[in-house]
């Protein structure tokens, strides 16, 4: 009889980390991505520490200044994903070449 209050007992309790866990996860998740920090997006995400991490995260490593892990424009045009950045360089660059026709013609 013991065993069986013992095993609802922890059934509970695994219950309780879970939640706990997928509640702090998704919150530092959430920020991460915002803050397009890919590191802490990706080690967060990999890494398991019923929260702990994430609390961290969250509340110190997200507040620092100098975005640990995160992608910087320029490095998103040299891998050539783009972004508005680039697009904006490839029509002035486009702007560029349309006025020396205009004026050599």
Not at 1 to 22: G, H, P, R
């Amino acid at each position: 009889m013991a065993y069986q209050n013992l095993d609802v007992f922890l059934i509970v309790v695994f219950v309780v980390i879970v939640v706990w866990s997928l509640v702090w996860k998704g919150i530092a998740l959430w920020k991460s991505a915002g803050k397009k920090q890919l590191v802490w997006f990706v080690v967060l995400l990999i890494v398991n520490t019923v929260g702990i991490l994430e609390i961290l995260y969250i509340f110190v490593f997200s507040k620092m200044k100098g975005g640990a892990g995160k992608v910087k424009e320029d490095e998103k045009v040299k891998s050539g994903e783009g972004g508005k950045g680039s697009r904006v360089r490839k029509v002035e660059r486009v702007l560029e070449l349309g006025r020396r026709k205009v004026g050599s013609s």
